[in-house]
Antibody, heavy 119, light 108 residues
Framework: QVRLVQSGTEVKKPGSSVKLSCKAS????????LNWVRQAPGQGLEWMGE????????TYAQKVRGRITISVDGSTGTAYMEVSSLTSEDTAVYYC????????????WGQGTLVTVSS | SYVLTQPPSESVAPGQTARIPCGGN??????VHWYQQKPGQAPVLVVY???DRPSGIPERFSGSNSGNTATLSISRVEAGDEADYYC???????????FGGGTKLTVL
């Protein structure tokens, strides 16, 4: 099973951007799909978007479309998600998770990255 | 967009069976996945495609899906099962993926 390792805690000012990373052990995502979700303090899981690394094709949730960019570096097996125009409502733990695509379940998750947005 | 509804909390005594519902319009035609999340940890897949278990997940965890309700059942509940449980489906239109609001399972 692929292990996903995420980048460390971030503290950002309102209006700034943050770029998170998610690296696959073994250095490849193979044919899998990489998803991003977030969890605000005390809240549930919110899907943000996914990318098919083989095609470098992202799809975004409606709520955050235009404010996030998901990309992948196939040479290093690392996925990225950049969130811009941060507000306090973006304070959350951000997780990456892998699936086989389509309606398949997410069987590998990263450990999560805490992003705190505060002035 | 598709909506999944879960009760915020459920309580069960040790050794009993917990049943956590997940409501959605005609959910029986969808593949429902269930995740367990303990405090400070990432979610873990416990049931996929409605009723299948990943390797390493105890047989005590099972799932069913009929009509407008999918259900995660946990038999012979243990203290270690206390966690938040989320259902998930692939919608494919609008937002691709939808999660239920989560159910906090308390073992009395």
């Amino acid at each position: 099973q692929v292990r996903l390792v995420q980048s460390g805690t971030e503290v950002k000012k309102p209006g700034s951007s943050v770029k998170l990373s998610c690296k696959a052990s073994g250095g490849t995502f193979s044919d899998n799909v990489l998803n991003w979700v977030r969890q605000a303090p005390g809240q549930g899981l919110e899907w943000m978007g996914e990318i098919i690394p083989v095609f470098n094709k992202p799809t975004y949730a409606q709520k955050v479309r235009g404010r996030i960019t998901i990309s992948v570096d196939g040479s290093t097996g690392t996925a990225y998600m950049e969130v811009s125009s941060l507000t306090s409502e973006d304070t959350a733990v951000y997780y990456c998770a892998q699936s086989k695509g389509g309606s398949h379940s997410w069987d590998s998750w990263g450990q999560g990255t805490l992003v705190t947005v505060s002035s | 967009s598709y909506v999944l509804t879960q009760p915020p909390s459920e309580s069960v005594a040790p050794g009993q069976t917990a049943r956590i519902p997940c409501g959605g319009n005609n959910i029986e035609i969808k593949s429902v996945h269930w995740y367990q999340q303990k405090p400070g940890q990432a979610p873990v897949l416990v049931v996929y495609d409605g009723a299948d278990r990943p390797s390493g997940i105890p047989e005590r965890f099972s799932g069913s899906n009929s009509g407008n309700t999918a259900t995660l059942s946990i038999s012979r509940v243990e203290a270690g099962d206390e966690a938040d449980y989320y259902c998930q489906v692939y919608d494919g239109s609008g937002d691709l993926w939808v999660f239920g609001g989560g159910t906090k399972l308390t073992v009395l």
